[in-house]
Every structure is written in structure tokens, then in C-alpha cells.
């Protein structure tokens, strides 16, 4: 069983900050891209920023410049720092790990999410 736990979420003004964190938890053979994915209401969910096993990272464009992903292999974690926050930031946000389990196993697994909301 392999477990993605979010933390850091919650209630922030415009122009704010927020540290999102996630720790990856089980039978872990190898963890290769890890990356925060996001659902605003009435949307799909989509792309935020993702961070290979050797530290490159890759944004989705409305993000670039505002938000930094990285990750710490030995503690089994990624985190997101999110700066200058705007209201089309509220959201809930995903972990994602792609990772392996056996020489024979690798699958995509979700955290359970956590609101982030920017709000005055």
C-alpha cells in the first residue's frame, strides 16, 4: 500500500503565500516524477507543476514565476511554494507520485487533496 498525504493548505489573501507539502508513505520500490495537480470547482483537474526523480521541473504557464516545486528523495516528499497568490489559484490541490512498488509494479497514485482558497 502506498499513501500520498497533502498538508500546508488553507484560507490566504491575494498576494499571500502558502507552502503545500507531501509525503509519500508504504512499500516504495522507487518514486520517479512527483508533481501538484489542481481542481478549481466546475473544472477539470490540471496540471501544476511536476519534478523528475533528478529535479526537473516543469510549470503550467499560469503558475510560472508565482509557484517553486521540489522535492526531497530521501524524506520522500514534495512541496510546493506558492507566492503571490491570486483568487483563480482556490482550488483543491492533488499530489501525484508515479511510482514503483515491485520490479513489477508502477502506477500513478493521488493524495486526498487539500483546499486552498484566496480570498479578501
Known amino acids: 500500500q502506498v499513501q500520498l498525504v497533502e498538508s500546508g493548505g488553507g484560507l490566504v489573501q491575494p498576494g499571500g503565500s502558502l507552502r503545500l507539502s507531501c509525503a509519500a508513505s508504504?512499500?516504495?520500490?522507487?518514486?520517479?516524477?512527483m508533481g501538484w495537480y489542481r481542481r478549481a470547482p466546475g473544472k477539470e483537474r490540471d496540471l501544476v507543476a511536476t519534478?523528475?526523480?533528478?529535479?526537473?521541473?516543469n510549470y503550467a504557464d499560469s503558475v510560472k514565476g508565482r509557484f517553486t516545486i521540489s522535492r526531497d528523495n530521501s524524506k520522500k516528499t514534495v512541496s510546493l511554494q506558492m507566492n503571490s497568490l491570486k483568487p483563480e489559484d482556490t482550488a483543491v490541490y492533488y499530489c501525484n507520485g508515479d511510482i514503483r512498488t515491485s520490479p513489477y509494479a508502477r502506477r500513478q497514485y493521488w493524495g486526498q487533496g487539500t483546499q486552498v482558497t484566496v480570498s479578501s
Open positions: 519534478i523528475t526523480s533528478t529535479g526537473g521541473t
Open positions: 508504504g512499500n516504495i520500490f522507487t518514486i520517479y516524477t
